[in-house]
Nanobody, 115 residues
Framework: VQLVESGGGLVQAGGSLRLSCAVSGSTFSINVMNWYRQVPGKQRELVATITSGGHNTNYADSVKDRITSFRHNAKNTMYLQMNSLKPEDTAVYYC?????????WGKGTKVTVSS
């Protein structure tokens, strides 16, 4: 399984970004997918979780009501729509999944929110 994130960049506070995570390889056993973020010197933080059908999602309290994750299974892509961004959302965002008992991570996409 390969995961490739994209869509990061520089945005002003209050702005929006949509991150994408393209999934390829042996995707048939993928169920749950996650978005994490990490700031240098801190642990990676779970931001969002979404199940295979996209019907069930969970979000960290710090982003709830501002961030939505959804999947387009036909395109093998997961998205993270981020609105009302804050400087504290600045981080590298990673997608993650588990397939056949192995954990896979993308290389991340950097989001910088200026005040």
């Amino acid at each position: 399984v390969q995961l490739v994130e994209s869509g990061g960049g520089l945005v002003q506070a209050g702005g929006s970004l949509r991150l994408s995570c393209a999934v390829s390889g042996s995707t048939f056993s993928i169920n749950v997918m996650n978005w994490y973020r990490q700031v240098p010197g801190k642990q990676r933080e779970l931001v969002a979780t979404i199940t295979s059908g996209g019907h069930n999602t969970n979000y960290a309290d710090s982003v709830k009501d501002r961030i939505t994750s959804f999947r387009h299974n036909a395109k093998n892509t997961m998205y993270l729509q981020m609105n009302s961004l804050k400087p504290e959302d600045t981080a590298v965002y990673y997608c993650r999944t588990v397939s056949a008992f192995r954990t896979y991570w993308g290389k991340g996409t950097k989001v910088t929110v200026s005040s």
